[in-house]
């Protein structure tokens, strides 16, 4: 692992003072960045969060697409990986972005029936009535793989969730022996 961590680094310090040198990018400097655009895509696949937040500390592009057009948060969302869909996330991945055929990573989530990752991704700010490239919205493109419910719950709990704390008088209630929240 020690030695993938260090070629990657190394591969990343040296890459620019390439670019600096040459009016066109190499072919080997090309095939140099593909390199690490299949290592950054092989780790958000396999959930290993050590490599990617190596990347991301080296400065790696967070919303660098593959040559299939799937963003890492993508990849992950469709694999299960729930950790590395949350470090994306919190590293400022984008989750509106849409792939090739404007699917969006809750769009993969939803048709790999990935539950918890959805709720994850249905709390991001994307556009409501966002279609993919065949005109489906979310809703529908839910309703189209069965998971209408599931859409349908994440949306109860976005919407619990934004009830705000100052929406709520708690009081004590002394035949209880409790404090009592009443919105």
């Given at each position: 692992m020690?030695w ?14 390439g670019l ?9 400097t090309?095939e ?13 696949r ?6 990617v937040?190596e990347f991301?500390a080296a ?19 469709y694999q299960g990986?729930a950790?590395?869909v ?9 989750a ?5 055929r404007?699917?969006?990573?809750l ?5 790999k029936?990935?539950?918890?990752i959805a709720?994850t991704?249905y709390?991001?700010?994307?556009v409501e009535?966002i279609?993919?490239?065949?005109g ?14 599931t859409l ?11 009830i705000?704390p100052s ?7 002394p ?6 929240t009443?919105?």
């Amino acid at each position: 692992m020690k030695w993938l961590r260090q070629w990657v680094l190394v591969s990343l310090l040296i890459a620019p003072y390439g670019l600096l040198h040459a009016t066109e990018p190499s072919i080997n400097t090309q095939e140099e960045y593909q390199s690490l655009i299949t290592l950054f895509f092989a780790a958000a696949r396999t959930g290993n969060n050590e490599v990617v937040e190596e990347f991301l500390a080296a400065g790696f592009p967070i919303n660098q697409r593959n040559p299939e057009s799937y963003t890492a948060l993508m990849v992950a969302a469709y694999q299960g990986n729930a950790q590395t869909v949350e470090l994306l996330l919190h590293s400022g991945a984008n989750a509106c972005l849409q792939d090739k055929r404007g699917n969006t990573a809750l769009m993969g989530a939803l048709i790999k029936r990935e539950i918890q990752i959805a709720r994850t991704l249905y709390q991001a700010e994307c556009v409501e009535d966002i279609r993919n490239k065949s005109g489906l919205s979310v809703q529908e493109f839910a309703e189209l793989y069965g998971q209408s419910e599931t859409l349908k719950m994440l949306h109860q709990e976005k919407v619990a969730a934004q009830i705000q704390p100052s929406d709520a008088v708690a009081y004590e209630n002394p035949s209880i022996g409790a404090v009592v929240t009443q919105q």
